[in-house]
């Protein structure tokens, strides 16, 4: 089952022919971490990351962090033992990229499972290329592993043929056909990147923009983004003091026969509580998570 009210504010790539890196980030205030063994290792390499990978996870030391592998596609001549590896790396999920198909799941999946991989062992569709988002609806559908979308927003625009532009018009289509077969289909899912680092103030515009638009948090390139990601998709003190009140005042109004209530005036509906006990559920993990790593 999914775990909807794990905190993804923040999902942070780290390249794993780094272990620097890898070390840095048992550090950081960060919901989650995506080794990763695709875009950001260069092919001399990338069979030793593996092992970069393996090392840090034996170490541990990550706590409440969720980790994921980003493995190559099966295609390139690393995909198939990169999947074999992290079958039984010991991360929490393994990324697949560019997913332009169910069947293409299926068959990470089957890998995965040959290797002796957990039940619990998650997988994330890396949603980047016009093929993959015409066919969103029957990814999200594939069932089994699948827990998560993410969308890579650098990849699609390069394949659009598009320029990257602040209100990311050129994206819209890409992402709501994602958020639509997320939702309707119980999954997370996370915004693409943003490569502009000297750019802060659009930085936290992006991520209100994808916040507004219903993303579960935001994927990172650099440790400097993680506190704005983290503030701009939690939950407010405000909007947990309004959600608090939501529930409080349901609960009394059914406790006195009555089918609705009323807050400042506006009608609370069912849709109104159950997005406020997910506020709620959600503040209460990130407080235990914050509490745990203090106590680490």
């Given at each position: 089952?999914?775990?909807?009210?794990?905190?993804?504010?923040?999902?942070?790539?780290?390249?794993?022919?780094?272990?620097?890196?890898?070390?840095?980030?048992?550090?950081?205030?960060?919901?989650?971490?995506?080794?990763?063994?695709?875009?950001?290792?260069?092919?001399?390499?990338?069979?030793?990351?593996?092992?970069?990978?393996?090392?840090?996870?034996?170490?541990?030391?990550?706590?409440?962090?969720?980790?994921?592998?980003?493995?190559?596609?099966?295609?390139?001549?690393?995909?198939?033992?990169?999947?074999?590896?992290?079958?039984?790396?010991?991360?929490?999920?393994?990324?697949?990229?560019?997913?332009?198909?169910?069947?293409?799941?299926?068959?990470?999946?089957?890998?995965?499972?040959?290797?002796?991989?957990?039940?619990?062992?998650?997988?994330?569709?890396?949603?980047?290329?016009?093929?993959?988002?015409?066919?969103?609806?029957?990814?999200?559908?594939?069932?089994?592993?699948?827990?998560?979308?993410?969308?890579?927003?650098?990849?699609l625009i390069s394949d659009l043929r598009g320029r990257p532009q602040a209100d990311r018009l050129?994206?819209?289509?890409?992402?709501?056909?994602?958020?639509?077969?997320?939702?309707?289909?119980?999954?997370?899912?996370?915004?693409?990147?943003?490569?502009?680092?000297?750019?802060?103030?659009?930085?936290?515009?992006?991520?209100?923009?994808?916040?507004?638009?219903?993303?579960?948090?935001?994927?990172?390139?650099?440790?400097?983004?993680?506190?704005?990601?983290?503030?701009?998709?939690?939950?407010?003190?405000?909007?947990?003091?309004?959600?608090?009140?939501?529930?409080?005042?349901?609960?009394?109004?059914?406790?006195?026969?009555?089918?609705m209530a009323v807050v400042d005036g506006q009608l609370i509906e069912n849709l109104h509580v159950?997005?406020?006990?997910?506020?709620?559920?959600?503040?209460?993990?990130?407080?235990?998570?914050?509490?745990?790593?203090?106590?680490?």
């Amino acid at each position: 089952m999914i775990d909807t009210t794990r905190p993804r504010r923040s999902v942070l790539y780290m390249p794993a022919s780094n272990r620097r890196a890898l070390e840095k980030a048992r550090q950081l205030a960060v919901d989650g971490i995506i080794m990763d063994l695709e875009d950001a290792v260069a092919p001399a390499v990338k069979v030793a990351a593996r092992d970069h990978i393996a090392d840090a996870l034996a170490i541990g030391g990550y706590g409440d962090r969720e980790l994921a592998i980003r493995v190559n596609p099966l295609a390139t001549p690393w995909g198939h033992d990169d999947l074999v590896f992290a079958a039984t790396a010991g991360a929490h999920a393994v990324v697949i990229p560019k997913v332009e198909s169910a069947d293409r799941l299926r068959q990470a999946a089957a890998v995965l499972t040959a290797a002796g991989a957990p039940p619990e062992l998650a997988i994330w569709a890396m949603m980047e290329t016009p093929m993959g988002m015409l066919n969103a609806a029957e990814i999200a559908a594939s069932g089994g592993r699948l827990q998560l979308l993410v969308m890579g927003t650098s990849d699609l625009i390069s394949d659009l043929r598009g320029r990257p532009q602040a209100d990311r018009l050129g994206l819209v289509t890409g992402l709501g056909l994602c958020l639509l077969a997320a939702r309707a289909h119980g999954l997370a899912i996370l915004d693409g990147v943003h490569l502009d680092l000297d750019d802060s103030e659009g930085f936290a515009a992006q991520c209100r923009q994808g916040r507004d638009f219903g993303f579960d948090g935001k994927t990172l390139i650099h440790p400097k983004t993680i506190a704005v990601a983290n503030q701009v998709f939690g939950p407010s003190a405000e909007t947990l003091a309004w959600s608090r009140r939501i529930i409080a005042a349901h609960a009394a109004a059914l406790e006195a026969g009555q089918g609705m209530a009323v807050v400042d005036g506006q009608l609370i509906e069912n849709l109104h509580v159950a997005e406020a006990q997910h506020m709620v559920a959600l503040a209460d993990r990130i407080t235990a998570a914050a509490t745990a790593a203090d106590c680490g």
